[in-house]
């Protein structure tokens, strides 16, 4: 049973049950380079304060690097039977210091220590993100650049509309994603990383403490060549003193502002999979998807299946649920700490994951995307695309717009029931439905190019 960072009060054991069901490092692990590193700061603070001398000091910021660097070379290995690990980290100190490492924890609360820690890792991990937001943005640019000048049928409610460009199409998802980085880097701008809170009341250290000389560290960690590149994303960050401890302590809003953003994201990722989906069905044929991203079946030696698209669209349910569970833990917790809050970690965890994969798979799958121009052009032969520009047609030549759609609405009915298509009628057939309409000139209407150019209200 590994040594906790409490227990002075009790006389007992903690049964081993509770020992396993209150357990947090199998998934806090994540947060061990942000925790040495709130650490780091912490020392400078206690220095500056007189609780530890520049001895102690020395000896516990060096012991807190080369935990640091291990932790970035992949070779620290967490004790499975610590309650966390920050108790994993501040027993390794002990170990290795003894007593001065007692000292550590002067003025200092795992309640406002796993804020900071946490916060820490979402700024790094939103950084990250937006990398990958930025490559996939990057994937769909070069996608749209090789197939500049493709018009497709656009569609509302899954059925034909008018036609548009494929540019258009996929740019709006490129829309989608700078929102979503936008929203991040919101997130990240207005999230405060704050010290001295203590458990929920402060500490006896001054506020000024905590604010002055926090760049010493990063700029220190920059000189270091084993901490030099992880300690780059600080090197705007600031740590500010708590102006209210009880709200540092019992504040997840910014975990929730999180998953939101991220469901939000794996909610754009899912709709551009499902086009993706239907576009490469054979009753489609829009576009060829890379062998390299879909997988085959087990039963049907024929089957080509996007099963990458499917999980991404799959996946949107469990960002959406992640961030249900936190919003429901949080909704009934009176003020500050309680240890329901213990369980944001995974379902925040677990939305960077899915939606950083995400975003790395599909960069890779887009770049690898074949359209089927023929096919697609096949389909824009359908004159309904064209049903609004008619109307328009008919609008010019001072039919009401309503009258006009009506007409053209008859028009397209009679075609259909018919099976004429509009070229195929005389001229005078095509008069019955209004004495605006002239058979050859409505005909140069039918074409793709002069329909999406005709809409002069986009800015290109």
Same mark, same amino acid.
């Given at each position: 049973?590994?040594?906790?960072?409490?227990?002075?009060?009790?006389?007992?054991?903690?049964?081993?049950?509770?020992?396993?069901?209150?357990? %947090?490092? $199998?998934?806090?692990?994540?947060?061990?380079?942000?925790?040495? =590193?709130?650490?780091?700061?912490?020392?400078?603070?206690?220095?500056?304060?007189?609780?530890?001398?520049?001895?102690?000091?020395?000896?516990?910021?060096?012991?807190?690097?080369?935990? #640091?660097?291990?932790?970035?070379?992949?070779?620290?290995?967490?004790?499975?039977?610590?309650?966390?690990?920050?108790?994993?980290?501040?027993?390794?100190?002990?170990?290795?210091?003894?007593?001065?490492?007692? /000292?550590?924890?002067?003025?200092?609360?795992?309640?406002?220590?796993?804020?900071?820690?946490?916060?820490?890792?979402? /700024?790094?991990?939103? /950084?990250?993100?937006?990398?990958?937001?930025?490559?996939?943005?990057?994937?769909?640019?070069?996608?749209?650049?090789?197939?500049?000048?493709?018009?497709?049928?656009?569609?509302?409610?899954? $059925?034909?509309?008018? *036609?548009?460009?494929?540019?258009?199409?996929?740019?709006?998802?490129?829309?989608?994603?700078?929102?979503?980085?936008?929203?991040?880097?919101?997130?990240?701008?207005?999230?405060?990383?704050?010290?001295?809170?203590?458990?929920?009341?402060?500490?006896?250290?001054?506020?000024?403490?905590?604010?002055?000389?926090?760049?010493?560290?990063?700029?220190?960690? $920059?000189?270091?060549?084993?901490?030099?590149?992880?300690?780059?994303?600080?090197?705007?960050?600031?740590?500010?003193?708590?102006?209210?401890?009880?709200?540092?302590?019992?504040?997840?809003?910014?975990?929730?502002?999180?998953?939101?953003?991220?469901?939000?994201?794996?909610?754009?990722?899912?709709?551009?999979?499902?086009?993706?989906?239907?576009?490469?069905?054979?009753?489609?044929?829009? !576009?060829?998807?890379?062998?390299?991203?879909?997988? #085959?079946?087990?039963?049907?030696?024929?089957? /080509?299946?996007?099963?990458?698209?499917?999980?991404?669209?799959?996946?949107?349910?469990?960002?959406? #649920?992640?961030?249900?569970? !936190?919003?429901?833990?949080?909704? #009934?917790?009176?003020?500050?700490?309680?240890?329901?809050?213990?369980?944001?970690?995974? *379902?925040? =965890?677990?939305? =960077?994951?899915?939606?950083?994969?995400?975003?790395?798979?599909?960069?890779?799958?887009?770049?690898?995307?074949?359209?089927?121009?023929?096919?697609?052009?096949?389909?824009?032969?359908?004159? %309904?695309?064209?049903?609004?520009?008619?109307?328009?047609?008919?609008?010019?030549?001072?039919? *009401? =717009?309503?009258?006009?759609?009506?007409?053209?609405?008859?028009?397209?009915?009679? %075609?259909?029931?018919?099976?004429?298509?509009?070229?195929?009628?005389?001229?005078?057939?095509?008069?019955?439905?209004?004495?605006?309409?002239?058979?050859?000139?409505?005909?140069?209407?039918?074409?793709?190019?002069?329909? !999406?150019?005709?809409?002069?209200?986009?800015?290109?």
């Amino acid at each position: 049973m590994a040594k906790k960072l409490w227990g002075g009060r009790f006389d007992k054991e903690t049964d081993p049950l509770v020992e396993k069901f209150t357990r %947090s490092i $199998q998934f806090d692990h994540k947060l061990a380079w942000y925790d040495v =590193f709130g650490s780091l700061f912490h020392v400078d603070i206690l220095t500056q304060s007189r609780y530890l001398t520049q001895a102690e000091s020395t000896s516990l910021a060096d012991e807190l690097l080369k935990i #640091g660097k291990e932790i970035q070379e992949g070779v620290f290995k967490e004790d499975p039977n610590c309650e966390d690990i920050h108790t994993n980290i501040q027993n390794i100190l002990e170990n290795k210091l003894g007593e001065v490492a007692l /000292k550590l924890h002067m003025a200092r609360s795992r309640n406002d220590q796993v804020v900071f820690a946490t916060k820490m890792y979402c /700024k790094n991990t939103m /950084k990250n993100l937006q990398t990958n937001i930025e490559e996939l943005v990057l994937s769909i640019d070069k996608l749209l650049v090789e197939n500049d000048g493709i018009i497709m049928p656009g569609f509302t409610h899954m $059925q034909h509309a008018q *036609p548009v460009y494929l540019k258009d199409y996929l740019g709006t998802y490129k829309k989608m994603l700078l929102r979503d980085a936008a929203r991040l880097e919101y997130i990240s701008i207005n999230m405060k990383i704050t010290m001295g809170a203590g458990a929920l009341a402060g500490t006896p250290i001054s506020s000024e403490e905590y604010s002055k000389n926090v760049n010493k560290i990063i700029e220190e960690l $920059q000189k270091n060549p084993d901490w030099e590149e992880t300690s780059k994303f600080m090197k705007d960050f600031k740590v500010e003193s708590t102006t209210n401890s009880l709200d540092a302590v019992s504040d997840r809003d910014f975990v929730i502002e999180i998953i939101s953003a991220l469901a939000i994201v794996a909610m754009h990722l899912s709709r551009l999979s499902e086009d993706l989906i239907i576009w490469s069905t054979q009753e489609f044929d829009f !576009v060829e998807i890379d062998e390299a991203f879909c997988t #085959g079946s087990s039963l049907m030696p024929q089957k /080509k299946n996007p099963d990458v698209l499917e999980l991404v669209r799959g996946y949107a349910g469990r960002l959406n #649920g992640n961030l249900v569970s !936190v919003l429901t833990m949080m909704k #009934g917790l009176p003020l500050t700490y309680n240890r329901d809050m213990q369980l944001d970690k995974e *379902p925040l =965890f677990n939305s =960077f994951e899915i939606v950083s994969m995400e975003l790395r798979v599909l960069a890779g799958l887009i770049k690898t995307l074949k359209f089927n121009e023929p096919k697609i052009e096949e389909y824009l032969k359908d004159e %309904s695309l064209y049903a609004t520009d008619l109307v328009y047609y008919l609008v010019d030549r001072k039919v *009401p =717009f309503k009258q006009a759609h009506t007409i053209i609405g008859e028009l397209i009915k009679y %075609s259909i029931t018919s099976g004429k298509k509009i070229k195929e009628m005389s001229g005078e057939k095509i008069k019955e439905f209004s004495d605006s309409l002239n058979k050859e000139e409505i005909i140069k209407l039918f074409d793709p190019k002069k329909s !999406v150019e005709s809409k002069l209200s986009i800015k290109r």
